[in-house]
DNA sequence: ATGAAAGCGCTAACAT
DNA sequence: ATGTTAGCGCTTTCAT
């Protein structure tokens, strides 16, 4: 009798509007007018009478009443694949920011780049009935074949879904290929002629374009990428990369892109790890720019990112009946993980 | 008519129970016991008929309708200070691998550590009427006596709060002096005599806690805590504390102890800045162990808090009846940052 | 075991 | 301008 009892408790203390109204000696329609929204005029007296009735009940609406009634409701849920990852947090920051001004719920859940899981989480997500699905989820598998149904599903439902990258009713675009590609072209400008790439995942779109960008820049400046090593997107696993790479051999004076922040920071750490210098004598770039790259010594070349922003301008999209996205060239910043040659 | 039609476009799109019940020629009722976790028996041919139906229209319960008829929603709000912090980020994926293995939602907010601003939000998200609350908010005010009123509210509303620090119906609580007193006994058994304290908060019992633990510690191992500066939780703040201290004076062989490790990274790119050198000349540590403290070179000497399982343990707290927080002492780690004197 | 029906808290026609 | 009332989608007594 427990859930019984809790109900009828949490109930009984929840002051209705109802309450409220009789409180007020008013009807119910009058105290939802003065107090949601409504655009409907009530005399000064009533809504005076209503307001101190609902401030002394210490009233508050019933959201998932007030879904149910009007047919749609205020939240909007965020997918992402691993919010401790500060890529996800700083998308995470803008959405929630962008949500607040809006007066929304954000609701979170986490993938762990797991499309089954995923997929799970869609659907569960659906009850909520959300007005709008953000899915920064899937570095594991944008442009793959996997939720367009679950995704599809909110869109009939009338939820907007907007995705970092192809697949939803709206996309927020990072110019990976582009950004890459003038990281290749400054990498090559500095000196460099041998590159090594650290992190890449077949399939997964963003590794993809990041790849691709880089190494038509770096070759179109004569450099050449010798070898890629795949691996996750965890520091771990840049830091694992690297000591396989490093144990392939890797000459002083060889520039190591790493398709990630992140990664790049684990592959510096096994630099060091192994002996070796990272700049002088092996090359670092990233990309991101999440703040640890400054943190690090030296502090790591990389593109930078504006992920709160995107964040923030996901959640426009998911809102606004008009949204276009700001078009903004992804930026190189060059600092000492990458001295040059010469 | 935008909306009222949206409505109707989202109504009319979304199989209810109703429509389940109707295909599969069985009453609400019935259709409702077999879908939604209820106990009672129903045969299996009429089950396996609704179960059916339901697939076929996709159907997903309105969580909101179930909220409502149930008097209780699944839901754990998340009161945060700012989502892209690490410390933070940790937490929330501790709270989100907890909720979601028990089917609840998380719903996140973001309190940028402004009471005002945290009063706002605790009150809007009594209209989620959540089971429960969780606050890791507050690093500029717990122990303070602003948010007990909001918080309240939710007691009496059924929903459970937990508070990291002193507040809520529960507390999760981090021996922030004890870990801190063993930092500086350490210190002092490495040799370090002088030190500076960056980050303090006057008021922020976090804050307050650690300080206090820090210079029993050192002080017992006869080592002195010279200058305190006060400052903000953001690596920036750390930068713009050191450079003041430096400013004022650092000797060689000084520890010090950033509040935060975040701070601390702030404070060894200052120190680094200034053209010293972070170890054998200044010293550093911080708290928390957050991943960038094992990235920076050299790695900084922290205290260990295991900020996920401390989420997790939160999001316990919220939901189980009985519980209680498994002791374990936060324990140092020392790292090249502390090379030691002599 | 199944179904009818009375709510849950709120909104929005539709009267008045 | 205010009130009446019929829902919204679902759960849960209470009959059968």
Same mark, same amino acid.
């Given at each position: ?5 809790? /109900?009828?408790?949490? /109930? ?14 008013? &009807?119910?329609?009058?105290?939802? !007018?003065? $107090?949601?929204? &409504?655009? !409907? ?7 005076? /009478? ?67 899981? +995923?997929? /799970? ?18 570095? &594991? ?138 700049? &002088? ?27 709160? +922003? $995107? ?12 949204? +276009? ?18």
């Amino acid at each position: 009798m427990t859930t019984a009892e809790g /109900r009828r408790a949490a /109930r009984s203390s929840t002051p209705t509007l109802h309450d409220v109204a009789r409180a007020a000696g008013v &009807s119910l329609a009058t105290a939802s !007018r003065v $107090l949601n929204g &409504s655009e !409907r005029k009530v005399a000064d007296s009533f809504r005076e /009478r209503v307001e101190q009735a609902a401030d002394e009940l210490g009233y508050t609406a019933n959201i998932s009443a007030q879904s149910i009634a009007r047919g749609t409701s205020p939240v909007i849920a965020l997918l992402v694949a691993d919010i401790a990852d500060p890529f996800f947090g700083l998308i995470a920051s803008g959405v929630a920011r962008g949500a607040d001004e809006r007066g929304l719920v954000v609701t979170i859940a986490i993938t762990e780049r797991d499309p089954e899981r +995923e997929n /799970r989480i869609l659907r569960a997500l659906r009850g909520q009935r959300p007005q709008g699905v953000i899915l920064a989820a899937s570095r &594991s598998e944008d442009g793959g074949q996997e939720s367009p149904d679950e995704l599809a599903a909110f869109s009939s439902l009338g939820a907007r879904t907007v995705t970092f990258g192809p697949g939803g009713d709206r996309g927020v675009q990072i110019d990976n290929h582009g950004g890459a590609e003038r990281l290749g072209r400054e990498m090559a400008a500095r000196g460099y002629r041998t590159a090594i790439v650290l992190g890449a995942s077949e399939g997964v779109r963003t590794s993809d374009d990041r790849l691709a960008g880089f190494s038509a820049g770096f070759e179109s400046g004569g450099g050449d990428v010798v070898r890629t090593y795949r691996g996750g997107f965890a520091r771990e696993d840049g830091a694992e990369s690297m000591t396989v790479a490093l144990a392939d051999g890797v000459e002083p004076g060889t520039l190591v892109f790493a398709l990630s922040d992140v990664v790049a920071v684990g592959a510096m750490t096994a630099i060091r790890d192994a002996g070796r210098t990272v700049g &002088s004598d092996i090359a670092v770039c990233g990309f991101d720019d999440v703040p640890v790259s400054r943190d690090v010594t030296p502090q790591l070349t990389t593109v930078r990112v504006p992920l709160s +922003e $995107l964040g923030y301008q996901a959640f426009r999209a998911t809102v606004d009946a008009e949204w +276009e996205q700001p078009e903004a060239d992804l930026e190189v910043v060059v600092r000492g993980s990458t001295p040059g040659i010469d």
